[in-house]
Structure formats: structure tokens, C-alpha cells
């Protein structure tokens, strides 16, 4: 019974973590006001402080970002 608690746990965390990453798929720049694919390599080279994630683009447009020029979200 035990392992099949730890079991239901381990794939809620697994779940809630793909979801997460799914959930940002981009990342705004508070500094610079543009926002990226999460996978761009700016936002690699970003400030954690300056990050902003957005779910969709037009959360991010509506926020008043702009599309990076390098990735084009
Ligand atoms: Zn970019």
C-alpha cells in the first residue's frame, strides 16, 4: 500500500512539473519588454530577477511586450 501511494505521489509531481514547464512557454524580459520562446537563447542569458512568464502570446502583447527579433514568438 505504501508503494502505491509513493507511486500516485511521484507521477502527480512528475505531472505537475511537465505542466509547469508546458504552462511558460514564454519568457518576457521586464528590463529590455520583450518576450522569447522559452527555448531562445537570450532568455538563457537573462537575469533571473528581470524573467516574466507568460502562458500565451497575447498575454504577453497585452502586457505590452514586444516579440524578440532573434526568435520571432
Ligand atoms: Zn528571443
Given at each position: 500500500?505504501?508503494?502505491?501511494?509513493?507511486?500516485?505521489?511521484?507521477g502527480?509531481?512528475?505531472?505537475?512539473?511537465?505542466?509547469?514547464?508546458?504552462?511558460s512557454?514564454?519568457v518576457?524580459?521586464a528590463?529590455?519588454?520583450k518576450?522569447?520562446y522559452?527555448?531562445c537563447?537570450?532568455?538563457?542569458k537573462?537575469?533571473?530577477?528581470n524573467r516574466?512568464?507568460?502562458?500565451?502570446?497575447?498575454e504577453?502583447?497585452n502586457?505590452g511586450?514586444?516579440?524578440?527579433?532573434r526568435?520571432?514568438?
Open positions: 500500500m505504501k508503494k502505491f501511494i509513493a507511486a500516485i505521489v511521484a502527480v509531481m512528475l505531472t505537475a512539473t511537465f505542466a509547469t514547464v508546458l504552462a512557454s514564454y518576457g524580459n528590463n529590455s519588454r518576450f522569447h522559452a527555448d537563447s537570450s532568455v538563457s537573462m537575469n533571473s530577477a516574466v512568464n507568460f502562458n500565451t502570446r497575447d504577453a502583447i502586457a511586450y514586444v516579440p524578440c527579433k526568435c520571432k514568438p
